[in-house]
């Protein structure tokens, strides 16, 4: 394990950079000296494994040195670590390597109501995409080595992958994320099945595979006649959780010869016209199969992939699904936001300008959402203008409660529970007693102290922002004011 295997990743190496991250390395090799990973390798693998992660998807160096950075503030001498960590590293990697470690508090257990909550949590936070990427790549190396862990934690680290981080790649457009996220928890949680699966797919594979090379043979001469220049062409097999979950789908059956993308051809083209071309060439070739051509480049997926589908029937009849893209649409489907930093000028920020992850983020996402507005895929879409104006907040026991932004201690009391609400007589947010009306900020920890027989005050009608915390309260006064009545 030495800092080569990342600095070798680099697409340039410059000076300063190489400089970073092996000073990050030694700083991670220091603190989690002696110290042992499950597995029994050393600790530090893990962290190098994360930025190795990072630095593959072309991250930018901070990040990455952030990466290798991750785990330190975990445990020990948080206090002094913290500041050495500004102080060797600077504001910019302490701060991403703080929101890497809350996330780490964020735990799923299972609870479906929270799913959703937990979810939006992490993108919430999407100022701090770099975040959200770092925790990823961190997951990946975990789930790699999830076998060295007792079955019950086995068991909950894979559900909350397959619940909460593989989706979350995926709608962040990680291909490649979200697929090895998957397939490693599906091993975990449904062995059987994957096992199946993974025999049923070698078993159509060995039988495609020579048809298959005569396809690919085909067309490439036939693309080449045409001038046509390829990049690259390749074929892709459906990852193994994505088939499991189409063999079981009603008009399958679990009948794999019905599933006509297990193995697609990839053609990677210099532009988009070279795109279309190909697409003309291959229609003019073989007869494509109704319904299935699809344009994503004119319209691309909500996650923003791009590429153009069809699928044909190739010699004999064989049908076979193709897709066509640029590099840097295959780069981007493979990497998804990832792959911004690799595209923007050069993937660096010049000296002083910092790369606004956020504003780029946001633009893109309200860009597809308003080209998808008409589709009845805009339900599903990512609601990143929802999340801006919503504060997600935490219980003690790391549970995400959802609250519109603005909203106060009293109002986290009520989305708890009415009796909560109405009985609370003070809050404890991020360890300090604070006044009820304090207005709660992203990832506050708050509990909420109780009094037995405490009457909710009409004052408090002037500092919450929930209906829900309103209804409650003029609900208890009137109840009161009848109480006094009598
Ligand atoms: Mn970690």
């Known amino acids: 394990m030495e800092v080569t295997e990342i600095l070798n990743l680099l697409r340039e190496k410059r000076e300063e950079d190489v400089d970073l991250i092996s000073r990050a390395f030694e700083f991670a090799k220091k603190v989690h000296e002696g110290v042992k990973r499950a597995s029994g390798e050393d600790y530090t693998t893990h962290p190098v494994e994360t930025a190795k992660t990072l630095a593959r998807s072309g991250l930018d160096v901070p990040t990455i040195a952030a990466g290798l950075l991750h785990d330190v503030l975990e445990d020990g001498d948080t206090g002094t670590t913290e500041n050495t960590i500004r102080k060797e590293f600077g504001d910019e990697i302490l701060f991403l390597v703080q929101g890497v470690t809350k996330l780490g508090k964020l735990k799923y257990r299972g609870e479906e109501r929270r799913i959703e909550n937990l979810r939006k949590m992490f993108l919430a936070m999407a100022e701090d995409i770099r975040v959200i990427l770092i925790r990823l790549a961190d997951r990946l190396h975990n789930m790699k080595t999830l076998e060295y862990l007792p079955p019950e934690k086995q068991k909950r680290i894979a559900l909350e992958t397959l619940e909460i981080y593989a989706p979350l790649a995926k709608r962040l457009g990680m291909g490649k994320m979200n697929s090895e996220l998957e397939d490693l928890a599906f091993l975990h949680l449904f062995r059987e099945d994957y096992l199946h699966t993974k025999e049923l797919l070698k078993t159509r594979y060995q039988a495609q595979e020579k048809i298959l090379a005569r396809v690919k043979y085909k067309l490439k001469e036939e693309l080449e006649k045409n001038g046509l220049e390829i990049l690259a062409m390749d074929s892709r097999v459906k990852h193994l959780y994505s088939l499991y979950k189409k063999l079981r789908e009603p008009e399958r059956d679990m009948d794999i010869r019905e599933v006509y993308d297990l193995i697609a051809l990839r053609v990677i083209v210099k532009t988009v016209e070279d795109c279309y071309r190909t697409l003309g060439i291959i229609h003019q070739m073989w007869k494509p199969y109704p319904g299935r051509i699809k344009d994503y480049i004119a319209l691309p997926k909500l996650n923003g992939y791009q590429s153009l589908h069809t699928t044909v029937f190739a010699l004999d009849g064989n049908i076979t699904e193709i897709q066509i893209r640029t590099e840097k649409m295959h780069h981007e489907a ?40 008409q589709s009845s895929e805009f339900l599903d879409s990512l609601r990143i203008d929802f999340f801006k104006d919503r504060v997600f907040c935490f219980t003690p026991k790391g549970d995400v409660i959802d609250l519109p932004e603005g909203a106060t201690a009293i109002d986290f009391a009520y989305a708890i529970h009415s009796d909560i609400g109405n009985s609370a007589v003070g809050a404890i947010i991020n360890h300090k007693f604070v006044g ?8 506050d920890i708050v509990e909420i102290k109780t009094q ?13 922002r929930t209906s829900l915390a309103k209804k409650h309260i003029r609900g208890a006064i009137y109840k009161e004011k009848l109480k006094n009545l009598e």
């Open 452 to 464: 037995k027989n405490k009457k909710p005050n009409p004052e408090w009608l002037r500092n919450v």
């Open 436 to 443: 009820l009306d304090t207005v709660l900020k992203n990832t």
């Open 334 to 373: 493979e990497y998804g936001i990832a792959a911004h930093w690799a595209y923007s000028e050069s993937g660096k920020p010049k000296a002083g300008a910092r790369i606004n992850p956020k504003l780029s983020w946001v633009n893109q996402l309200l860009e597809l959402q308003r080209d998808a507005k």
